[in-house]
């Protein structure tokens, strides 16, 4: 999945358990992981916003990815979390992710900064010259304040190591845009877990994934039926995981999926402020959605 072969799949973005005092709980890492790549998910990403990592320090950052790097054990790629919105600092984390093991990097587009298209490209640029690894563009305007237009994702597929975008925009024509004019090497994840259905359908790649945290096995095979062109049983899934896809955002992300890992036994259910567990109120259509898709009895 490296090299000019387009990364594909359902990539999970990892969400980090912590300790009750707030430490970084590494055996509950490591059980997620291994837990994850047994349920047949196809790629791991630790270290973005699921994984709260605008609260971690630098060296739980690069703690994170190198228990997840450890315990896959080469069976599937790690793509890390390494954006800033200074380029600089993006360019250095860049460098820590490729020592710490990482086989891909996943940069957000500079948030709060609101930089024009032109200097997403240079900053962007910057962020690919750092490191061979291939790097993964994501486009989250909700979370950045600003969009990456189409026209700038497919300047951007152009330059060395540059291998795709993760795509939250929400936008389905502006996805498309870049499915028709993508050069082949350069990958199309939906960064909607609502999304997934639609944008392989368009001719997308797959999915980095909040969802699957609790429920890899059928995201994975979500995916693998519409990669297969078998949409009937894709759309079979989607329709079961709706509840999910709907409840695990009904509170900002990853609070809802915190919730579930504890409902489930796997993560408890701690945050870093400013992030605070999910409200009483929210937890039964967590658990009723989580019923509905089989993770819970």
Known sequence: MTG?????GCGTA???????????DEAALRALVEWQIA??????????????????????????????????RGRVPVMAGAGANDTKRAVAMSR???????????????AYNKPPQRGIIEHFKAVADAT????????????????????????????????????ASGNLGQIQDILRERPPHFAVLSGDDSLTLAVMAAGGDGIISVISNATPKLMAQLVERARAGDFAAARALHERLGPWMHAAFIESNPLPVKAALAMM????NVLRLPLVPLLPANEEAVRAALAAAGALP
Do not use: W
């Open 4 to 8: 000019t072969q387009r990364i594909f």
């Open 14 to 24: 990892l969400a980090t358990p912590f300790t009750a005092d707030g430490a970084v």
């Open 39 to 72: 349920e047949g998910v196809h790629f791991l990403v630790p270290c973005g916003s699921t994984g709260e990592a605008a609260t971690l320090t630098a060296a739980e950052h690069r703690r994170v990815v190198e228990i997840t790097v450890d315990t896959a």
């Open 96 to 110: 820590e992710m490729q020592a710490a093991g990482a086989t891909h990097l996943l940069h957000v587009s500079p």
């Open 132 to 167: 061979p690894l291939p790097v993964i563009v994501y486009n989250v305007p909700g979370r950045t304040g600003s969009n990456i237009e189409a026209r700038t994702t497919l300047a951007l597929a152009q330059v060395p190591h540059i291998a795709g975008v993760k795509e």
């Open 265 to 268: 036994g796997r993560a408890r």
